[in-house]
């Protein structure tokens, strides 16, 4: 099973930016798909950004052009470049992986990151 590991949240102000980092115990290259999500108090865990082994990426609407998703195989990370943050943007961001289309998620244990002035 692999663990994934999350790091680089933390305290920002408004419009400022965060890089999150996850770190996979086993090679990423043939993974289906890597994303993020983020869930915030008294709501629901929802999408943010996912990226496929062909490098395909899809982001929710409210976070276009503003954050970016990234995968480096070589060192079984996957990325995601959070700017222009906003409050709303507050919330513990989870890195998910998956093997194959049918296979389920594996999960880290998310990092918080704090958009507030």
């Known amino acids: 099973q692999v663990q994934l590991v999350e790091s680089g949240g933390g305290l920002v102000q408004p419009g400022g930016s965060l890089r999150l980092s996850c770190a996979a115990s086993e090679s990423i290259r043939s993974f289906y798909a890597m994303g993020w999500y983020r869930q915030a108090p008294g709501n629901q865990r929802e999408l943010v950004a996912t990226?496929?082994?062909?490098?395909?990426?899809n982001y929710r609407d409210s976070v276009k052009g503003r954050f970016t998703i990234s995968r480096d195989n070589a060192k079984n990370a996957l990325y995601l470049q959070m700017n222009t943050l906003k409050p709303e943007d507050t919330a513990v961001y989870y890195c998910v992986a998956r093997r194959s289309l049918y296979s389920s998620n594996y999960w880290g244990q998310g990092t918080q990151v704090t958009v507030s002035s």
């Open positions: 990226i496929t082994s062909t490098g395909s990426t």
